[in-house]
């Protein structure tokens, strides 16, 4: 059985699904999607480094890098191609689709019923500044695509606003605006796997930024029910076989789902629990083919 995993060699996340996949006796091999080339008419249809991608029985996304919006079409279109052909994509196209655009997360989110904050998005300079105001003057400013909490600014006043509205405006950049919602520098990001949370956490951050790549600490938290479905459900809405979802606190004692992230990392997660999160979602990918009962994505299984 050969598995390919699309990610960076050399990686952390890469390492440890090779560690665990081969210790289920299935055959890993790392590729860049970087480095796909999809045939019409002859020849392997999808492949990679002189790898035919259509002849494994998986493969794993890890890492899709920036690129132009061509490059990042292509990539897509490579991993429906291949989903097409009944080979499993975890995650799928969709749900990498759905959950590496923030907006489109959220107002899934929001039409599915679950609690996540006030969103607007727009192309315009003076829309923008409108959203500002519409959403309470005090957002959270982030990049449409976006990860690690990189490039995301908290802006309060109408002149900082200007500014960096104008420098955005500068690079063709949607603006996508969240209302800020106090959270004491914490949150919780839950590891959704199939129809189950592995382990959860409290991150904290010295300031308002509660990512792991910030610098924000972590700790192993025993997630509550409620919670728990609410993760779950979200997990369910962008269709993820294995997914990140972040919880930030909210008013009375609620939760809003910020984020539902399709290619999580578990560097962070794995310092607070004894699970092997890798050998999890390797039991996850080889229960799917095999037709396990935890076999589909977290959108189409029941709790």
């Known amino acids: 059985m050969k598995v390919a995993i699309l990610g960076a060699r050399g990686g952390w996340h890469e390492a440890r699904l090779v ?7 299935v055959e890993p091999l790392v590729l860049p999607i970087t480095r796909l080339t999809a045939r019409v008419g002859a020849g392997a249809l999808v492949s990679g480094q002189g ?8 493969v794993v996304v890890r890492a899709i890098p920036g690129g132009s919006l061509e490059q ?9 191609r291949l989903a097409g052909l009944g080979i499993p994509v975890v995650n799928s196209p969709r749900c990498i689709e759905r959950s590496v655009d923030k907006y489109y997360t959220s107002f899934l989110l929001q039409e599915a019923g679950l609690p996540t904050p006030r969103t607007i998005a727009c192309e315009r300079f003076e829309d923008a500044m409108s959203a500002l105001e519409e959403l309470g003057g005090d957002v959270v400013v982030k990049p449409l695509f976006g990860a690690e909490g990189r490039g995301m600014v908290r802006i309060a006043d109408p002149d900082i606003a200007y500014r960096t509205f104008r420098a955005l405006e ?4 949607v603006f996508y605006l969240q209302a800020y919602v106090p959270h004491g520098g914490q949150d919780v990001r839950a590891f959704v796997v199939g129809d189950r ?3 959860s956490m409290v991150r904290r951050g010295e300031n308002w930024k509660t990512n792991v790549a910030q610098g924000a600490t972590v700790e192993a938290l025993d997630l509550p029910p409620d919670l728990a479905k609410l993760a779950l459900e979200a997990a369910r809405v962008v269709e993820a076989d294995y997914a ?15 984020e539902v992230n399709g290619i999580p990392g578990w560097q962070g997660l794995q310092r ?9 979602i390797a039991d996850h990918l080889l229960a799917r083919l095999r037709g396990g009962a935890s076999g589909g994505p977290a959108g189409i299984v029941q709790p």
Do not use: K, M
């Open 170 to 173: 500068l690079t063709r950049s």
């Open 197 to 199: 949370i592995l382990a």
């Open 72 to 80: 990042v079409i292509f990539r897509i279109d490579a991993l429906h």
């Open 272 to 280: 607070t629990t004894t699970l092997d999160v890798a050998g999890a």
């Open 19 to 25: 560690e665990a996949l081969r210790g289920r006796g």
């Open 51 to 58: 790898h035919a991608l259509d002849e494994c029985d998986a």
């Open 244 to 258: 990140g979802v972040d919880l930030l606190p909210g008013d009375e004692g609620g939760y809003f789902v910020l």
